[in-house]
Every structure is written in C-alpha cells, then in structure tokens.
C-alpha cells in the first residue's frame, strides 16, 4: 500500500463535502473563494492531482451549489440524502461506494484551505500494509491530532456502520494502539473554517488567496 512514486497516493481518497455549514450565519463555507476557486473545487482538485485511485466526494443531492462548483471535475459523486444526520451519514455512504478491493482509503475535510497536495502524499508514503497499524493520521508539527487520516481497508466495515455526528472518533478511540501520528508542517491539520469568525482570521493572515 506505500506510495508508489513521488506524488502519488494509491488508494482512493474521500472529501467530504455534505455538511450544512451550520455555524456560518447562511453562507457556505464550501463555496468561499480560495485560490481563485470554490473552497470544494480547490480541494478536488488538489486531491486529484496526486490521486492514483480516485476522488470520491460526499455531496448534498442535486440540485445544490456545491455540484456545479465541480463541473468537468473528474470525481466521482457520492450524494448523501440524509446528510442532515451528520457526518457519519457522509461516511457511510462514500465509504460504501469505494471499489470492494481498496487498500485503504484518505479521508479529507472539504473546510481546511492550509492543507497541500505534498500533506497528502506525505501521508500516504507513511502507509505500509505490514505491521499492525490501522489507522495513519496527520498531526500538526507538535504532534497534536487531525487531519486527513487513512483507514485501513480492514475498518471500512466499521465505517459503514457509523450512526450520528461524532466522525470516526469511535473507531480511532477503539483502536488507538494501531494509529500512527505522520506531523506535516505548522498547524494544518487541526485548522479548519466552519465560522465566519475563522475565516476573517485566514483571510487576514492570508491575504493573497
């Protein structure tokens, strides 16, 4: 399961994108302009340009904005109707649709704008299908948890069975002896913009995207 070549991850990776951006007052997250793009678009495409087995993306049902910010984005489009439960429906259902022989799979947040295509393959290299880890995180360069994460193949049937808005949190609890923490740089992995509060703070630290 390592990565193959520089640049490449080898089993699919998961965006989520179903949220309701709840905490941002009516506007979408999701939507915010950063780098030019949709906050979504630019994270496909980041995603996309490592990929090496697809990008599979939770989405509200169509119709809804966040489609035709990924028009002529070659993703795969997993709709989640009953994505007002919260995360775990978005989970369920995008990990349900992954190919039956996936390896492993990368699961990134649609809301963190900091995260590069280099954190991605830096965190695939980390995987290896020997040893008994299950679980390959990103921490942020003081060893702090976040995101995106890699599940072994081996717990996607958990995945499957998630109920309510907790995330994975079980399942990494549940098996916190095989989780390795992979630090990528500064404080990354743990920042993401689900307020209007967070992103007044990225933009005016990041004027430029």
């Known amino acids: ?19 309701g951006s709840t905490r941002m007052g009516g506007a979408d997250k ?40 990924l028009v002529d984005c070659d993703v795969v489009r997993v709709e989640v109707p009953d994505a007002r439960e919260g995360m775990n429906a978005s989970l369920r ?10 390896p492993a799979a990368m699961l990134l947040l649609g809301d963190q704008p900091d995260i590069r295509a280099r954190d991605l393959v830096r ?3 980390a995987v290896n ?11 942020t360069e003081t060893g702090a948890p976040g995101h995106p994460i890699v599940f072994h193949a081996e717990l996607f049937e958990e995945i499957m069975q998630l109920q309510g808005d907790e995330g994975a949190k079980s399942i ?4 916190a002896h095989h989780v390795e923490l992979i630090q990528i740089l500064g404080d990354r992995a743990r920042r993401d913009l689900d307020t209007p509060e967070a992103w007044a703070a990225w933009r005016a630290e990041n004027p430029d995207r």
Do not use: C
């Not at 915010?32 to 697809?54: F, I, N, T, Y």
């Not at 259902?93 to 996936?102: C, I, K, S």
């Open 1 to 19: 399961m390592a990565a193959e070549r520089a640049g490449h991850v080898p089993f699919p990776i998961v965006l989520l994108g179903a949220g």
């Open 30 to 69: 999701l939507l915010e302009p950063v780098d030019s793009l949709p906050l979504l678009r630019r994270q496909a495409d980041m995603a996309l340009s490592v990929a090496g087995a697809g990008v599979y993306v939770a989405l509200p049902p169509a119709p809804h904005p966040r489609h035709d910010a």
């Open 172 to 175: 990494v609890k549940s098996n």
């Open 129 to 139: 299908a020997g040893g008994d880890t299950r679980i390959w995180r990103a921490a």
């Open 123 to 125: 965190l695939a290299t």
């Open 93 to 102: 259902r995008a990990f349900a649709a992954l190919p039956a022989d996936a």
